[in-house]
C-alpha cells in the first residue's frame, strides 16, 4: 500500500464504527471515508473529530454524531440525480455527506454565522453542488420548488404538512420528531401515490429546530 491511500487509524477506527453500527450501504461509507470531519468541527476539537459523538459549534448548537449522519443519509436512498433540502446547516457537514451522493444539495441555516462559515468550508473544499442559505426552514420561499430528498437536522415537535407537500412523487422526508428537549423519534416519510407513508426509525437527540432568521449571528 502506498502512504497515499493508508488511512490514518483513527479513519480507519471511524469506517469500523459505523460498520459496526450497521451502515452498510459502501456509498455511504465511501463519503464519510472521503469528507474531513476534522475541516467543520471547531479547531479544539480536531482530535475528536472521528470519535463517534455530537460536538458543540457556534451558536450553541451541534455537528451531529457521525453515525446519525450516516445513518440518515443511507436512509435516504439518495441517487446522483436527486435535488436535496437540507433544513439545519449547522457545520455543513451533513450537507457535504449528501453531496457526495446526490446531484445537488440546498441548506438552510437560521444563524448568519454558521450559514457564512458552512459556505465558505464548502467552498475551500471544492464542493460545488452546495448552495447554503440564510432563512427558515419553516418559511421557505415557494419559487424554491420540489425535491426529490428533504432532510431535516434539528427537532421538530411535529412535521409541518407544507414541508411534505415539497417533495416529488416519490420523495423521502427524514427529520427527528418530539419534545425540543429530550429524546426524538427519527421519522421517514414517503411519498406515494396514494399519499404519504410514515415510518418511525430510531431514537434520537437534535437541537431544536426554531422559528425565524436568528437575531443573534
Ligand atoms: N446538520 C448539521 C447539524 C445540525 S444542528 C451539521 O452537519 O453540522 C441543527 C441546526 O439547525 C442548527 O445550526 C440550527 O441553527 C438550525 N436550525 C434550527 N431551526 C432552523 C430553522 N427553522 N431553519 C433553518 N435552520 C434551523
Known amino acids: ?20 453500527r450497521g451502515i452498510s ?18 479547531p479544539d476539537d480536531r482530535g475528536d473529530a472521528y470519535r463517534d459523538s455530537a460536538l458543540g459549534i457556534a451558536c450553541g448548537q451541534t455537528i451531529s454524531q457521525p453515525f446519525v ?20 446547516t449547522g457545520s455543513g457537514y451533513q450537507a457535504a455527506i ?7 444539495v440546498l441548506t438552510i441555516e437560521r444563524f448568519r454565522t454558521l450559514a457564512d462559515t458552512a459556505r465558505s468550508r464548502i467552498e475551500d473544499l471544492g464542493y ?5 442559505m440564510l432563512g427558515d426552514g419553516f418559511a ?5 420548488g420540489q425535491f426529490d430528498r428533504i432532510i431535516v437536522t434539528a427537532a421538530m415537535t411535529e412535521i409541518p404538512e407544507a414541508l411534505v407537500q415539497r417533495l416529488e412523487p416519490d420523495g ?8 425540543h428537549h429530550g429524546v426524538q423519534t ?23 429546530a426554531l422559528p425565524g432568521i436568528a437575531k443573534e449571528l
Open 186 to 208: 427519527l421519522v421517514r416519510v414517503k411519498r406515494t401515490e396514494s399519499g404519504f407513508d410514515r415510518k418511525e426509525l430510531v431514537d434520537v437527540r437534535f437541537v431544536p
Open 1 to 20: 500500500m502506498s502512504a497515499k491511500t493508508t488511512a490514518p487509524p483513527e479513519k480507519m477506527l471511524f469506517q469500523l464504527t459505523l460498520r459496526r
Open 140 to 144: 421557505m420561499p415557494e419559487q424554491l
Open 128 to 132: 460545488h453542488n452546495i448552495e447554503v
Open 69 to 88: 449522519v450516516a445513518y440518515m443519509t443511507e436512509q435516504l436512498g439518495l441517487a446522483k440525480h436527486h435535488r436535496v433540502l437540507e433544513i439545519g
Open 25 to 42: 450501504d459502501l456509498a455511504v461509507l465511501r463519503a464519510m471515508e472521503e469528507v474531513p470531519r476534522e475541516a467543520f468541527v471547531e
Open 172 to 179: 423521502i422526508l427524514i427529520a427527528p420528531v418530539g419534545p
Open 98 to 104: 449528501l453531496s457526495r451522493l446526490a446531484g445537488h
